[in-house]
């Protein structure tokens, strides 16, 4: 008999710290949004698709890389030591999304590589240049219906002994909803 009282006493002490739990217990509300946003694009212009640094000739006196830089608006600064001729470019994207919607222009490399596509470099020349210091006509765009252009500039770097040729590469550019 003492043995049914002492369970039924502990059952009784546990069975109150349940309901104890119980009465003590809030609960509350939030709620829960999402908004799903249009497909982003960013393409190349198909009739300007193209960052052209030009024609560049190192002089006798280049004894370290110098630049040749394109800003967005296609206009060309050639650097020490270089003669540049030519046409420049800047190459034009075009971007397409939720209208009204903020967009950050990117560039997800700091560079890009060049390489000599014609022929191969002689013996002690470099056969490849680096594109980098990647600029933009816009790096934030309020998107309107249709096509939404922008214009990439970059600065390439010539070493002394640059084989002579026509180099070629590309580089990418990343659009994201702010």
Do not use: H, W
């Not at 212009?45 to 190192?58: E, N, R, V």
């Not at 800047?90 to 390489?115: C, K, M, Q, R």
């Amino acid at each position: 008999m003492k043995s049914v009282l002492r369970y039924t006493a502990a059952g009784l002490a546990l069975a109150s710290f349940g309901f104890a739990s119980a009465a003590s217990a809030a609960t509350g509300t939030a709620q829960a949004t999402a908004e799903i946003l249009t497909t982003l694009t960013v393409t190349a212009s198909a009739t300007d698709d193209t960052l052209d640094f030009g024609k560049i000739s190192p002089t006798p006196t280049l004894v370290s890389n110098s630049s040749v830089t394109v800003a967005p608006n296609g206009t060309a600064t050639c650097g020490v030591n270089l003669a540049c001729s030519g046409t420049a470019n800047a190459p034009t994207f075009n971007v397409n999304g939720l209208v009204n919607s903020v967009v950050a222009v990117s560039f997800p490399s700091s560079t890009a590589s060049l390489v000599l596509v014609s022929g191969t470099a002689p013996s002690g020349f470099q056969g490849t240049m680096t594109v980098g210091a990647f600029t933009t006509s816009a790096s934030s765009l309020t998107l309107a219906a249709g096509n939404n252009p922008f214009t990439v500039g970059g600065t390439l770097t010539v070493a002394p002994l640059q084989a002579p040729g026509v180099y070629a590469g590309t580089f990418n550019v990343q659009v994201l909803y702010n």
